[in-house]
């Protein structure tokens, strides 16, 4: 009777040891590989808040796609050594900080290995308008871009060029593809003169005539415009994509496109945040 319940004891121990192995296993399997946050202000320009109602759903389901956690939040004063501390990738789907206890924060996270993505408007800087250039470090040093110089007007799709096909950020996209409707922005700092800038994506030349108008400087027939890039000193990687076409002539502003109705610009950004949340 002993041997019996040695047996049955063995057998339960080891029955026990693989639940436990398994319960293990799974939770590992469901815990994120990085934590994102998305910062958001969505009061400015229709079309920007069309984006940023896209992207968060969108990326909120990537998240439970591809096993990382997104949160968002329009509460810039989360922007805290605190609250930064809980993730890995913080995204700037519109704006940027304004007040310079969040621009601290925020640049510390960085030069502490923090990572980055911004999209679109989240570049813009233009003296004066509501959003003056007032923050050298971020505009000059860290996305490098300096002022907003102009744009293409209305929304329209681009030819994208791979620039850095090698690149994680690239990898397993096209040469070439066609981009979503955007309005699309230049600069006043040349971008291909820093050497800390790699370019990733610029307009391909079979774009032009880039833009509908009415105004002829909003229509672009030549010249040299990155849309995404790298900066080597810093985990970071900014779009130019961010601004759905809307129902301007109407006067309905119903939606005419979506960002993320793009199976290559889609990988783009699933590639960005994979190679930031992974570092």
Same mark, same amino acid.
């Given at each position: 009777?002993?041997?019996?319940?040695?047996?049955?004891?063995?057998?339960?121990?080891?029955?026990?040891?693989?639940?436990?192995?398994?319960?293990?296993?799974?939770?590992?399997?469901?815990?994120?590989?990085?934590?994102?946050?998305?910062?958001?202000?969505?009061?400015?320009?229709?079309?920007?808040?069309?984006?940023?109602?896209?992207?968060?759903?969108?990326?909120?389901?990537?998240?439970?796609?591809?096993?990382?956690?997104?949160?968002?939040?329009?509460?810039?004063?989360?922007?805290?050594?605190?609250?930064?501390?809980?993730?890995?990738?913080?995204?700037?789907?519109?704006?940027?900080?304004?007040?310079?206890?969040?621009?601290?924060?925020?640049?510390?996270?960085?030069?502490?290995?923090?990572?980055?993505?911004?999209?679109?408007?989240?570049?813009?800087?233009?003296?004066?308008?509501?959003?003056?250039?007032?923050?050298?470090?971020?505009?000059?040093?860290?996305?490098?871009? &300096?002022?907003?110089?102009?744009?293409?007007?209305?929304?329209?799709?681009?030819?994208?060029?791979?620039?850095? &096909?090698?690149?994680?950020?690239?990898?397993?996209?096209?040469?070439?593809?066609?981009?979503?409707?955007?309005?699309?922005?230049?600069?006043?700092?040349?971008?291909?003169?820093?050497?800390?800038?790699?370019?990733?994506?610029?307009?391909?030349?079979?774009?032009?005539?880039?833009?509908?108008?009415?105004?002829?400087?909003?229509?672009?027939?030549?010249?040299?415009?990155?849309?995404?890039?790298?900066?080597?000193?810093?985990?970071?990687?900014?779009?130019?994509?961010?601004?759905?076409?809307?129902?301007?002539?109407?006067?309905?502003?119903?939606?005419?496109?979506?960002?993320?109705?793009?199976?290559?610009?889609?990988?783009?950004?699933?590639?960005?945040?994979?190679?930031?949340?992974?570092?």
């Amino acid at each position: 009777m002993g041997h019996f319940r040695r047996v049955v004891t063995l057998r339960s121990l080891v029955i026990l040891g693989f639940l436990l192995i398994s319960i293990v296993l799974f939770a590992q399997e469901r815990k994120p590989k990085f934590r994102v946050i998305g910062f958001y202000t969505g009061r400015n320009d229709l079309a920007h808040i069309s984006f940023v109602h896209e992207a968060n759903q969108w990326l909120a389901e990537s998240a439970k796609k591809y096993r990382f956690s997104y949160d968002s939040t329009s509460n810039w004063d989360n922007m805290n050594q605190n609250f930064l501390a809980n993730y890995n990738v913080v995204l700037f789907l519109d704006t940027r900080p304004d007040k310079p206890d969040q621009r601290i924060a925020f640049e510390n996270y960085m030069k502490r290995g923090g990572a980055w993505m911004g999209f679109h408007f989240a570049a813009f800087a233009l003296t004066p308008s509501a959003f003056p250039q007032n923050w050298d470090w971020y505009h000059n040093e860290f996305i490098g871009s &300096g002022q907003y110089k102009g744009n293409t007007w209305r929304p329209t799709s681009a030819i994208l060029r791979v620039e850095r &096909g090698g690149h994680p950020v690239t990898r397993n996209l096209p040469d070439k593809f066609k981009s979503s409707p955007n309005e699309w922005y230049s600069w006043q700092n040349d971008l291909r003169k820093n050497q800390d800038i790699v370019v990733l994506l610029s307009i391909d030349p079979s774009s032009f005539p880039l833009g509908t108008g009415p105004k002829a400087w909003e229509i672009w027939h030549n010249g040299n415009y990155p849309v995404a890039w790298t900066n080597k000193k810093y985990r970071m990687v900014y779009f130019n994509m961010g601004h759905n076409d809307l129902d301007y002539e109407g006067k309905t502003n119903r939606e005419l496109s979506h960002t993320f109705d793009n199976p290559a610009q889609n990988k783009l950004v699933l590639n960005a945040l994979q190679w930031l949340g992974d570092q």
